[in-house]
Nanobody
Framework: QVQLVESGGGLVQAGGSLTLSCAAS????????MAWYRQAPGKQRELVAT???????NYVDSVKGRFTISRDNVKFTAYLQMYNLKPEDTGVYYC????????????WGRGTQVTVSS
């Protein structure tokens, strides 16, 4: 059973914008923290943003003020709006559900590639 499907990536120039979507299974999405991660070439996967079921969000410092995470609790979908993209934002973006203590709950999807050219 596919639990997480990411989409919306692409190739953009620096300063551009993209909006990523993450369609999740209801059992995984409902009541859990939803999170976006990214993995740059040759680097480990890092946590980028999280949002609780109540809408409280947190971001890694490098994306604060440029990325916005949101969720639709009816559609079981999480979003990541990315503005003023930089080449260092390049990578494969994944979503997952986390417990409140940070445990990753789902199987990783294929992710969606974001490439920012300078």
């Amino acid at each position: 059973q596919v639990q997480l499907v990411e989409s919306g990536g692409g190739l953009v120039q620096a300063g551009g914008s993209l909006t990523l979507s993450c369609a999740a299974s209801g059992s995984l999405f409902r009541g859990n923290v939803m999170a976006w991660y990214r993995q740059a070439p040759g680097k480990q996967r890092e946590l980028v943003a999280t949002i609780t079921s109540g809408g409280n969000s947190n971001y890694v410092d490098s994306v604060k003020g440029r990325f916005t995470i949101s969720r639709d609790n009816v559609k079981f979908t999480a979003y990541l709006q990315m503005y003023n993209l930089k080449p260092e934002d390049t990578g494969v973006y994944y979503c997952n559900a986390n417990s409140r203590t940070g445990t990753i709950l789902g199987s990783w999807g294929r992710g969606t590639q974001v490439t920012v050219s300078s």
